[in-house]
C-alpha cells in the first residue's frame, strides 16, 4: 500500500503578521482552505493546528491582494506602430509579483466593428489559459451603435460590469449624444461607466499649432495636452452623467483642478468616482524634457503635469476621498525598438520623433503598491482602500477579492532597477526611485505564487481565473425610478 497522505486542517497558515484591511489593523493570525479564508484567530490562537504550509508574517503587513482596475495588455496599435510590450502571459506574471492578484484589463472594440460580444470573446481568446493572476475586462465603446447599445444586457449576463468610453482619440472617441446614449442604457443594466475625460477638439487644435511651429520633440506632449482639456472635459463628463443619473468612473485624473470639479460633484451627492495613477505622484513635465528621445518614456495622456504642488493635490485628493481608487494605466511598449516601440517615431523627418505619434503610455503595474506605500504618505487603510478595496466595489468583486500579499512593516531601501521587475518591458519610468516597501508573498487563492526570498515567481502560468462581476456596491443613481424626460 502506498504511504497515507496526511490530513491538513488549512491548506495555508499567515501567522504573526499585522492585518490590514481598509476598515481595521488587527494582530490575527489567518486559515485559509479550499482558496478562500476560512477562520480568522488572535495573534497564537491557532496552536497546534495542521497546514500544508505556514507563512510566519513575523514583521510584517497581510493585505488583502491588489485589484488593478486599469491595465492595457496586448491591444490594437493605436498610436502609429506601436504594440503592447506586454501580452496577458507577461502582464499577469509582473502583477502578481508585485503584490496585485486581480487585473481588469480591457476587451477593445475598434470603431469598425459594430459589435461589442465579438470583442469580449476575442480578448477571452487572448487571455484563457495564460493568466497568473485573476482577471476581468471593461468593454472599450468605440462605436456606439444600435448593435453595440442592445448587447449591454448581455455583457451583464456574461459577468462583465464595465464600460469605458473616450472623450478624445479619433479612433476612439464618442460625442456627447453617443455618450448620452451609452449612460442611458448604462443606467438600466447597472453598468459602471469609465470616462477618459480630455477634450479631443482642445488637443487637435493645440498639436496644430505646434506642428506650424515645427515643434516636434517628446516634451511638446504635455504641451498639446493642456490642463483646459481635462478640466473641461471632465466637468462635461460629470454634467452628462448627471443629466442621466448614473454612476461615472473619471479615468487616470492628473491634476487637481479637475479633482475638483469631482469633490464638487460628490459634495452633491452625486455618483461621481475617480482614479488617479503613480504617473501623476511621482513623475512631472520635467521627465519628458529629457536629451534627445529620452523623455518619450513618459509619454502618457493625460501627461503629467508641473511639479510638486500638483502631486500634494493630488495626495490630498486620495486622502480626502475624492479618489475612490489609485490603479496603474499600465500601458506598457518597448522604449528601444524602431519596429513597434517608442522608436518607431522616429525618421530622417523627425529625428527626435513626433510628439504626436509616440506609442503613448507608461508600464507600471508591479511597481504601484511598491511605490504608493514607500511614499509613506498614506494611512495603511487608505492604501489598502485604494488599491484594493475600493476597486473591488465598485467593480463588482467584493467581498470575494482579494488575496493575501505579506510585506514587512519596513525594509532595506534600495533603487528601483527595471532588471529587477518582471514585465516585458526595456525599462520603467521609475528607474533609480527609492523603495522601501515589496511583498514578501503573494497569495493567491491559498495558493503561494510569489516568495519574494524563496525562488520569486512560483506561481503557474494559467493559474489565473476568468472573474464573472456582478454590480458595483458602491453608491448608485439619486433615485431608482425610470429616467424619464418628461420629468426635464
Known sequence: MGEQMPEYE???????????????TREVDIGVKDGKISKLVL?????????????????????????????????????????????????????????????????PQKKSEPSLLEALEATHALAKGNCYSD??????????????ISEFATLRKKGISSLKIYMTYEALS??????????????????????HAENGAIIDWTIKKLEEK???????????????????????????????????????????SAAAHIATAQKKGLPVYAETCPQYLFLT???????????????????????????????????????????????????????????????????????????????????????????????????VEVTSTNAAKLYGLYPRKGGLVEGERGMAEFGLKNEM???NVDYTPYEGRTINQWPRYTVLRGEVVWARDEGGLVGK????????????????????????????
Not at 528621445?293 to 475624492?322: L, M, N
Open 461 to 488: 502560468k494559467g493559474y489565473g481565473e476568468f472573474l464573472e462581476r456582478g454590480v458595483s456596491t458602491l453608491k448608485g443613481g439619486l433615485s431608482e425610478e425610470e429616467w424619464d424626460v418628461e420629468k426635464f
Open 43 to 107: 495573534r497564537g490562537g491557532f496552536g497546534e493546528v495542521t497546514a500544508k504550509k505556514v507563512i510566519d508574517a513575523k514583521g510584517g503587513m497581510v493585505m488583502p491582494g491588489g485589484v488593478d482596475a486599469h491595465v492595457h495588455l496586448q491591444e490594437p496599435a493605436l498610436f502609429g506602430k506601436g504594440e503592447s510590450a506586454d501580452n496577458y502571459e507577461t502582464g499577469t506574471r509582473s502583477a502578481i509579483c508585485g503584490g496585485t492578484t486581480t487585473l481588469i484589463t480591457f476587451a
Open 285 to 383: 513635465r520635467k521627465d519628458l524634457d529629457k536629451p534627445g528621445f529620452e523623455g518619450a518614456k513618459c509619454v502618457c495622456s493625460p501627461p503629467p503635469r508641473e511639479g510638486e504642488q500638483d502631486h500634494e493635490g493630488i495626495w490630498r485628493a486620495i486622502e480626502d476621498g475624492t479618489f475612490t481608487v489609485l490603479s496603474s494605466d499600465h500601458c506598457p511598449f518597448l522604449f528601444d525598438n524602431s519596429e513597434i516601440g517608442k522608436k518607431s517615431v522616429i525618421s530622417e523627418e523627425y529625428p527626435v520623433g513626433h510628439f504626436k505619434y509616440i506609442p503613448n503610455g507608461c508600464p507600471g503595474v508591479e511597481t504601484r503598491l511598491a511605490l504608493a506605500l514607500s511614499a509613506k504618505r498614506l494611512e495603511l487603510q487608505k492604501f
Open 421 to 423: 521587475l518582471h514585465h
Open 214 to 256: 515645427k515643434l516636434f520633440a517628446p516634451k511638446y506632449h504635455v504641451t498639446s495636452h493642456p490642463p483646459v482639456a481635462e478640466i473641461e472635459a471632465t466637468y462635461r463628463a460629470i454634467s452628462l452623467s448627471s443629466f442621466i443619473d448614473v454612476p461615472i468612473l473619471i479615468v487616470h485624473v492628473s491634476q487637481p
Open 135 to 148: 482577471y476581468s475586462f471593461h468593454l472599450i465603446c468605440s462605436n456606439a451603435g444600435p448593435v453595440a
Open 174 to 195: 464618442l460625442a456627447d449624444s453617443e455618450i448620452l446614449d451609452v449612460l442611458f442604457e448604462a443606467r438600466k443594466q447597472k453598468i459602471v461607466t469609465m470616462i
Open 10 to 24: 488549512f491548506d495555508l497558515l499567515v501567522v504573526n503578521g499585522l492585518v490590514v484591511t481598509h476598515d481595521e
